[in-house]
Every structure is written in C-alpha cells, then in structure tokens.
C-alpha cells in the first residue's frame, strides 16, 4: 500500500456515508412526494409529529441545522399548514411549533413510509440496527468534540 491509497475514493468514510445517504434520500423521493414534503421537511416533521409541541431551538438541537436553516423551512411548513408558530409565553425568546390537525392527519399518511423503506433496504433488522447504532455513536463522538 503506497502513502496515496488514503486518498483513493473508495478509502473514504465520508463518501461511503455520502453515497448512502443520497441512494437512501433517492428511495424516499415517492413517498414523500405522495405527502407533498422534502426529505428535510419530512425528518423536520417526524420530530414535531414524536412532540407535538417543540421549542425553535429544541428542534434544531434534535436535527442538528441551525436557525438559518431551520427557519425557511419552518416557514414553509407554516404556510402548508402543517404547524403553526408562535412565541413562548412563559419566555418570548423562545418560538414554539405547534401540530396543527392537518398536520397531524398527514402523521397518519406518512406511517407505512418507515416499514416501506426497511423492506427497500434489504438489509436485515440487525444489520440496520448496527448501521444505526454505529452512526449515532459516530454523530455523539463528533459532538462531544464540538462542545
């Protein structure tokens, strides 16, 4: 092995995760069209769908995008009438998404999509369960770098 193996594409943990995730975003693109929602309007949802109620910042931290990111997109799901916002009364610092009923009608069309994908997959309950449990530990361990 030569000093320039490091450097060859198929060497790189960044690019097997990259290539993953665009091939995993690529089987999700019908479903969500079906719902009408982007892959981070989706994942944005599944949040507010486990909480129902989840403070700007709450919701950020959960997702890992920051403010400038996250409040377009928020916008653009106020206007689809899928959450409502408003300011914390208890702290008006703080910004509140709510679930609307609408929002929460189009939880109940969205419930087969993680089952569809797995079955996508073909990968095995315990394959994809150690895939995840590794790439959390991987996303903690850069975290905890970033604190």
Request: include cysteine.
């Amino acid at each position: 092995m030569d000093n320039y193996d490091a450097l060859k594409l198929d060497n790189q943990l960044c690019f097997a995760i990259y290539a993953a995730s665009k091939e995993i975003t690529k089987v999700y693109t019908p479903y969500l069209k079906e719902l009408g929602l982007t892959y981070t309007q989706y994942i944005t949802m599944l949040v507010i769908w486990e909480h129902e109620k989840i403070s700007v910042k709450e919701l950020g931290i959960k997702l890992l995008l920051d403010s400038g990111t996250l409040t377009p997109l928020l916008k653009k799901l106020e206007k689809m009438h899928l959450v409502t916002k408003q300011r914390d009364v208890t702290d008006e610092r703080s910004v509140i998404i709510t679930l609307t009923e609408y929002g929460l009608r189009l939880k109940d069309k969205a419930v087969d999509i993680p089952y569809k994908l797995f079955c996508r997959t073909e990968l095995s309950i315990e394959e994809i369960n150690y895939l995840k449990s590794t790439l959390y530990n991987l996303i903690s361990k850069k975290k905890e770098e970033s604190i």
